[in-house]
């Protein structure tokens, strides 16, 4: 990413993306299991805060612990893309998660239907 704020509304996207085609279905789906869903939006919200939330950090070293300021740079740009990678890694894998368990609460006819509207 480019910085924390476009970082932020990435996951925000993603996050409100998710939960809109989630709501969609909790509403207009017969026969799902709304309970399943409810739980599956509730993870994908905890997703996107827990990800914002990890993003708030910042670089706990100053210019002077290093031996000049290039050594500074690359030590500063290393941390944040290290963690910027493994927030957006956690942040996949509890998306995942909860599509898993979304995909879990659709009905087998309408999966089926989904599938045959998808290959025509």
Known sequence: MANKRDFKKSIDAIGGAICNEMMIAYYNIEGADKNAIASSIEKVLGAVVKAKNNSNVFFDKGVKAFADNTEYTKA???????????????????INQAVTSFNKAIPENVKKANKEAVAK
């Open 76 to 94: 500063k740009n290393s941390f944040f893309k290290a963690l910027f990678t493994k927030i957006h890694m956690e942040f996949g894998e509890e």
